[in-house]
């Protein structure tokens, strides 16, 4: 464990009734992460992180995240690793300097990907053998390596190197897969990191609640300095993983960063922050936005939509994004028709705006003690027939 | 001819001689656009119009276009005409409110795009017929319809339509072509536009010297508010261009702004501001940007070259731009390497920063009266071997 991470609850948690309330499990928090340089960033919880896959949020200058309201980014070690290597990163002062983003960074373990991106994959117990999805070359991951990979990376949070099964997997495979995750968890702790990184913890086990409880209870026994849920969002329905994401919250101890990983949609956020998670990575809001699917209020917005060709209100009205104060939806989908990459970079500040707004919301509906009335209305805005 | 547009000459035109002097024929002015609202618009000039082609500069919001120093941009009839459609535009408004850009807005004829990117096309006197680049769907642009697509999109300053023959073109070729220009040129004038609305004429006659001289006498002797030289740099070399621009911009009234299409490197910026132009405009700097090739006064970096993968200077040192006060070549390249548009919409901020500020060193040295020594010092420069 390690003295550059402190978590504090503000209000809520697992202490309350799951109903009445006001809040149900849901809790605001503060994480505080001390940089290389002995600098503290503070971070609101419950929080989203963008996800900044190849050194970049794609499209977006680090300023443009800092003002969309972004408190922390994730780096994707698989992608880093490629390209433009670790050690090259290293070299030019770490992830942060080399991106431009002065706030902190998590990075992943690279274990999701390597199963779900690379080539050709073989797991054994000393970490799995895949080929680049780049230039078909081979290459080996280990605990160790992804250990040594976020370590020249130097991001604030490292997480452990993990075996999550694609969806849908075998009982027999989800047990050996939780099963070697502890041991690479085990494995990973043997490795030093840099000071200000902090280790988080990887809780496997698929949709079967015994083994999340054995996963849970072994890996919580770990020295890691917060706790993240693994192997969901992976194809099962929104229903399974919010199930999942509800049994599993509260067998991580109360007093450390819980993170949700790959989740979600905006709905997944609000009834998994109500499970009692502090932490969440999606690249929905990014992704989404460069294939034109916005998020609002009151639900989707499809740009290329024929509907929009001459409408000139702004994607979401009172929305305070650079896109919406500036640009309408008809020039938006006109630039979505052309291709124009100034409409990727537009409409991902959107949706980065609105995720972030969302769980700012959130936070100070907790806090309020009215979460139960914030979740009413959220829904009955979603559902309402929208007029656009 | 318009009360819209004035031109004033501050220093340097074709009453200085053409060497000795310090600015060649060089000149520097102030060209005055009376916008819809009544608002005047002061363009200091030369000037290079950055290129937006699809009512945006690629990746590029009107707001960064200001920061970079702007003063007008440019517009492409065809491709409006196509995408979004210019009804549309004008029910939105104009292409100013459209795209968001509060400065002016030139806009070409459509004249060049026909034959240069459209499918199969047929000319005769009333126009051309063409294919969509995009659908194939046919369509016939005529003078009439030229001029009522750009009074819909509401330019401030409007091209007559012309007849543009691809390079290498048979003297034949050219002298029709030419008559078919000043035909065209005339029948524009028929059709009125808003009153904001200023128009250009545009002089052809290829490389043969005996056609620009008839071409330019009778296209300035219609009432046209300023002149462009069109037909080159569309193939030829870089020096029968400046060639043929020095021999043409003096036939061409000095109380009016000059304006060479589509031109060009800073070199024939540089050399066509010394033959007497004021107005410039090309794809070249925010085109190349997106294929990686930076503009700095040492000469063009790739940043593919793998020279750059571990350089942590920024593009160009001591350059004030977005990108090289934020990143480094080796973030550039990385960016590059992965085809993300940040590094496009960096490339091309910089770029622009680059060609805009070489057009105000220009203008600032002619004012001075020591645009020959600039012009030395800009060649010695671009021409000593570069450390990077």
Redesign the interface.
Known sequence: MNRSLEFFIEFGGDNFSQAGDGVGRARAGRLLLKDRSGKTHEIKTPVFMPVGT???V??????ELERVGAQIVLGNTYHLYL??GHE?VE???GLQK???WGGPILTDSGGFQVFSLAGLNSIDDTGVMFQSHIDGSRHHFSPKLSMEIQRSLGSNIVMAFDHCPSYPASRELLENAMQRTLRWAGEGLNIPLQDHQSRFGIVQGGLFEDLRVRSAKDITALPFDGFAIGGLSIGETPELMQKMAWFTAPLLPRDKPRYLMGVGRPEDLVECVRAGIDMFDCVMPTRNARNGQLFTRYGKVNIKNARY??D?SPIEPGCKC?ACT???R??L???F??K???G???NTIHNLTYYLNLMSEIRIAIIENRFDDWVKTFYSDLNAPKNY
């Open positions: 190849l050194a970049a794609k499209g977006v200058t680090p300023l390209r433009p090259r070299r030019l002062g080399f991106m431009g060709a001459d000139e650079e500036h640009f309408s008809a020039y989908r006109h630039l028709m052309c124009d990459i100034l990727a970079r537009l």
